[in-house]
């Protein structure tokens, strides 16, 4: 595990820089749609950033964190795309 | 031996999570970039969670890891169609 | 070390894209970048407090964050008209005065914070709680402190939720239902509101021993009810009015029965008896999911409690359902 170690904790940094750049399509994204797809992707790297924590912090908790946010993750894409009663 | 495996696995996973951000910025079609979003990252994080099973051995946790992933696999798959019905939708108006 | 380096490298760019992550919210004229960056936000937040080693606050981050405030913001969206979304961000000159006090301020209590904490005999409450531990009736620090060190904050804070919701269901009518779901909302409803269910009273039952709790199951079956008005179903999955009222209440219920019958016993309110703590925390916990549950839920879809029209909602005339 010793070994392991700096090597997932430098995974865990270059994964955090790539969930930042690709909020950058936050930021342009002309549509709604576009911005949301950098919600999906904090999701998705957020359930990737946790599962990385678990070992390095010793806490197998981290992993129930991590079920929670993937089971949680369409919420915003449904809330997003669903229309209402009379909506055209 | 398992654990250099499961640190390879970690690091192809990483290279596919920044390939789906570096689609995500410069593919441009929203459409498109739902592909690079839910395909590649979703390959990187089942090998990052096959190479933290490998790593972290034991079954239970092996378990647990795949469990998340098929959640995400399955959810990510619903939001990219909602997503992508909807921005049909709007685009034929 | 070289270890020592890379955890600061991580925290720093934690900390930065967290701020930054902030700033963008707040800053931005964009109403719908706004709202997009605030639930990414939400999500940051959550690994933050991973990272701080806080899993009993990650996972209750996670459940909001990414569940119940994503799928308000989103809906609010909706409801403003297109030329409301783009604001003027300018900064006069009082809000300039304003925020370099408020730097100030937070500078000064930073000062104050990282002064104390160096000095000689802080008085450390984390080992007192730890001292008691084993008194409680549980084994996880946090619902030791929620449920039976500071049992009657936990109660008033429960009633500030009512408080809420209440406040929330005077304002108006409730938002308009959802069409009905096509076949791949429907699937994805089929099992992802049953592992919610089942996730939900894993994390009341872990709360004990592991990190959990009410409230972060409480959080997770109100998000299977959002999940449910959205994909179509009017009433998320809620009982009947009467029913309902009942279950806004049931915790702070659950608090009051159990304090009262304390008293009453001759212990003081909400002092548990010996051997009794592990059994009467659980009997209020699943109470106080309940009511979290349904108070999230209603405050989600606003208006009244009330028993809704039939359960799939009557398209407008002729249209099929979705096709999603």
Redesign the interface.
């Known amino acids: 595990m010793t070994t392991t170690?700096?090597i997932l904790?430098?995974s865990?940094?270059l994964l955090?820089?790539t969930?930042?750049i690709g909020?950058a399509r936050?930021?342009i994204g002309p549509s709604?749609q576009d911005?949301?797809l950098?919600?999906q992707l904090?999701?998705t790297g957020?359930v990737a950033?946790?599962l990385l924590?678990s070992p390095l912090?010793a806490?197998p908790?981290?992993i129930?964190?991590a079920?929670?946010?993937a089971?949680?993750?369409?919420?915003?894409a449904?809330?997003?795309t669903?229309?209402?009663?009379?909506?055209d | 031996m398992t654990e250099f495996l499961g640190t390879v696995f970690i690091l192809i996973g990483l290279a596919f999570f920044a390939a789906g951000s570096i689609g995500l910025l410069r593919l441009p079609d929203l459409h498109s970039r739902l592909h690079a979003l839910t395909k590649a990252d979703n390959l990187g994080l089942g090998l990052i969670c096959a190479g933290l099973a490998l790593i972290d051995g034991g079954a239970l946790n092996a378990v647990k890891l795949f469990l998340v992933w098929v959640?995400v696999l399955?959810?990510s798959a619903?939001s990219a169609?909602?997503i992508a019905?909807q921005a049909l939708r709007q685009g034929g108006k | 070390m070289?270890?020592m380096q890379?955890?600061q490298?991580?925290d720093l760019?934690?900390a930065g894209?967290t701020l930054?992550?902030g700033w963008?919210a707040v800053s931005s004229p964009d109403l719908?970048?706004s709202v997009?960056?605030f639930?990414?936000f939400g999500?940051?937040l959550?690994?933050v407090w991973?990272?701080l080693?806080a899993?009993d606050l990650?996972?209750a981050e996670?459940?909001i964050g990414?569940?119940?405030s994503?799928?308000l913001l989103?809906?609010a969206?909706?409801d403003e008209p297109d030329t409301a979304m783009v604001g003027d961000v300018r900064v006069g000159p009082i809000a300039a005065l304003i925020s370099l006090a408020s730097l100030a301020l937070a500078a000064g209590f930073a000062w104050v914070t990282v002064h104390t904490l160096g000095s000689a005999d802080p008085v450390r409450l984390a080992d007192e709680i730890t001292a008691q531990l084993p008194n409680s009736g549980v084994s996880n620090p946090v619902t030791a402190v929620l449920l039976n060190f500071r049992a009657y904050d936990t109660l008033l804070e429960l009633a500030v939720l009512l408080a809420a919701v209440l406040g929330i269901l005077a304002l108006g009518p409730a938002?308009?239902?959802?069409?009905a779901a096509g076949p791949?909302?429907d699937g994805?409803l089929r099992?992802?509101v049953p592992?919610?269910i089942v996730?939900a009273g894993y994390?009341l039952w872990?709360g004990a021993h592991?990190?959990?709790g009410a409230f972060?199951a409480g959080a997770?079956l109100a998000?299977a009810a959002?999940?449910l008005r959205?994909?179509g179903h009017t009433s998320a999955g809620l009982p009947r009015a009467p029913i309902q009222r009942i279950l806004l209440t049931a915790g702070i219920a659950a608090f009051v029965l159990v304090g009262v019958t304390t008293t009453g016993l001759g212990l003081g309110f909400l002092q548990y008896p010996e051997g009794w703590s592990g059994a009467l925390i659980l009997l209020i916990e699943a109470a106080a999911t309940l009511a979290i549950a349904t108070t999230l839920a209603l405050a989600y879809i606003g208006g009244r409690p009330t028993t809704w029209g039939p359960e799939k909602?009557?398209?407008?005339a002729g249209e099929p359902a979705?096709r999603?």
Not at chain 3, 175 to 179: C, E, F, H, V
Not at chain 3, 313 to 316: E, F
Request: charged share 15%.
């Open positions: 170690t700096p904790l430098a865990t940094t955090l820089l969930l930042g909020l936050a930021m709604l911005r949301m950098s919600v904090m999701g957020g950033l946790l924590l912090l806490m908790a981290l129930d964190v079920l929670v946010l089971l949680l993750a369409s919420v915003a449904a809330a997003l669903r229309r209402e009663i009379d909506d | 959640l399955a959810a619903a169609h909602l019905q | 070289m270890a890379l955890w490298l991580l760019l934690l894209l930054g992550l963008a719908r970048r997009v960056f639930i990414a999500l940051l959550a690994v991973a990272r080693k899993p990650a996972l996670a459940a990414a569940g119940l994503g799928a989103l809906s969206l909706r938002r308009r239902p959802y069409r791949l909302l994805l099992w992802l592992l919610l996730t994390l872990a592991a990190p959990g972060q997770m998000a959002v999940m959205l994909g909602p009557a398209n407008t979705e999603d």
